[in-house]
């Protein structure tokens, strides 16, 4: 089983990136799928989720209106999109498979929002 993120980087404020992870080793399309973050110091905080169908999505209040979550079960993969991104998006940026009682995790990928 692997999760793979990719995608991070530095950008200045108001810029956008969009993240992405990739997955393999289960049935990708039978699972819930999350992003979450954790920046230096912090609790790991959930941001966005997305449903095994992609018909049911939730977010974070503090990213609503600015992240998108979205997945491709034909490339086994879900995305983040972030827009106007501010300084305090700043974290390592991880997706979390999920269903019932199993748990994956990615490693991970940096985020940078500065000037």
């Known amino acids: 089983v692997q999760l793979v993120e990719s995608g991070g980087g530095l950008v200045q404020p108001g810029g956008s990136l969009r993240l992405s992870c990739a997955a393999s080793?289960?049935?990708?399309?039978?699972?819930?799928m999350t992003w979450y973050r954790q920046a230096p110091g912090q609790e790991r905080e959930w941001v966005a989720s997305i449903s095994p169908t992609g018909g049911s999505t939730g977010y974070a209040d503090s990213v609503k209106g600015r992240f998108t979550i979205s997945r491709d079960d034909a490339r086994n993969t879900v995305y983040l999109q972030m827009n106007s991104l501010k300084p305090e998006d700043t974290a390592v940026y991880s997706c979390n498979a999920h269903l019932r009682e199993i748990n994956y995790w990615g490693q991970g990928t940096q985020v940078t929002v500065s000037s």
């Open positions: 080793g289960f049935t990708f399309s039978r699972y819930f």
